[in-house]
């Protein structure tokens, strides 16, 4: 027998990502991956590459995401912008998955 009341697509796969502890590694691989196209809108090309090819390492642990920047200079001024940083990051992905943004 056909079911009457169809379910989303999206709402299945979320519960089975759910069910099988995926979803918030998956979360977390998206808003690693969204860090480049974060710096790319938030500052002008050429400053964004530079910033993009200084990162070294990104990994979250504990709701923070922990960058390695390899120039000091950057890695003040991406300090100063971390909360605005860490907010436009969650909104890539669309839920809450960092709380603060470390900088080493």
Not at 19 to 33: A, F, I, K, M, S
Not at 40 to 61: F, G, H, M, S
Not at 77 to 91: E, F, G, I, R, Y
């Amino acid at each position: 027998m056909f079911k009457q009341h169809p379910i989303d697509i999206g709402t299945v796969m979320r519960s089975v990502l759910r069910n099988q502890g995926l979803e918030t590694p998956l979360l977390q691989r998206r808003l690693v991956n969204a860090w480049d196209e974060v710096i790319r809108e938030i500052y002008n090309q050429e400053l964004a590459e530079y910033i993009i090819e200084n990162t070294e390492q990104k990994d979250i642990r504990n709701q923070t995401l922990w960058v390695k920047i390899a120039s000091p200079a950057i890695r003040a001024d991406l300090q100063m912008k971390s909360s605005d940083l860490a907010a436009t990051l969650n909104n890539k992905v669309g839920t809450q998955v960092i709380t603060n943004i470390r900088l080493y």
